[in-house]
């Protein structure tokens, strides 16, 4: 059964979330911090990161891994949940002080906290934290030849 959280969104790069950091060092926070956000398998103690910092042309933007392989140019089924996911975490980061949101209406429709999980610094050893997009890294494939 298809909820409305299910629908596909129609996606624009205008669409992305732009923020400003409080000071230049915070950039790496963000990104240590959001490895630590997303959706996580408990049985396997595997947190699926959701969303990732983008730093393009002197701005910084909160996107969902699926907006990055649009940007790629990739299909990419971006669902209205997936959006709303992206905005309760950026809620999250401005709550903590660690981002400001540029337009703040844009983030209104957020999912509820208990579609995301949060992993403490302290715990993050005992997780596995999976990326599945990573900005900047190109997949090398080596071949042995026989």
Same mark, same amino acid.
């Given at each position: 059964?298809? &909820?409305? *959280?299910?629908?596909?969104?129609?996606?624009?790069? @205008? /669409?992305?979330?732009? =923020? *400003?950091? +409080?000071?230049?060092? /915070?950039?790496? !926070?963000?990104?240590? *911090?959001? *490895?630590?956000?997303?959706?996580?398998?408990? $049985?396997?103690?595997?947190? %699926?990161?959701?969303? #990732?910092?983008? @730093?393009?042309?002197?701005?910084?933007?909160? =996107? #969902?891994?699926?907006?990055?392989?649009?940007?790629?140019? $990739?299909?990419?089924?971006? &669902?209205?949940? /997936?959006?709303?996911?992206?905005?309760?975490? &950026?809620?999250?980061?401005? /709550?903590?002080?660690?981002?400001?949101?540029?337009?703040?209406?844009?983030? =209104?429709?957020?999912?509820?906290?208990?579609?995301? !999980?949060?992993?403490? %610094? !302290?715990? !993050? +050893?005992?997780?596995?934290?999976?990326?599945? %997009?990573?900005?900047?890294? $190109?997949? =090398?494939?080596?071949?042995?030849? +026989?």
């Amino acid at each position: 059964m298809t &909820t409305a *959280t299910d629908i596909e969104v129609t996606w624009d790069p @205008h /669409d992305m979330v732009e =923020v *400003t950091l +409080s000071e230049p060092d /915070d950039f790496l !926070k963000v990104r240590e *911090t959001l *490895t630590r956000i997303g959706v996580a398998s408990r $049985k396997e103690k595997k947190l %699926y990161q959701s969303c #990732h910092i983008l @730093h393009k042309q002197g701005r910084y933007y909160i =996107v #969902h891994f699926k907006e990055l392989f649009a940007l790629d140019g $990739k299909r990419a089924n971006l &669902t209205l949940n /997936d959006v709303q996911r992206r905005n309760r975490i &950026t809620q999250i980061l401005v /709550d903590w002080e660690l981002i400001a949101v540029v337009k703040p209406e844009v983030i =209104v429709d957020v999912s509820p906290l208990n579609q995301i !999980k949060v992993i403490a %610094y !302290k715990e !993050k +050893s005992e997780w596995t934290l999976e990326a599945k %997009y990573n900005i900047g890294k $190109k997949k =090398v494939v080596t071949t042995t030849e +026989s």
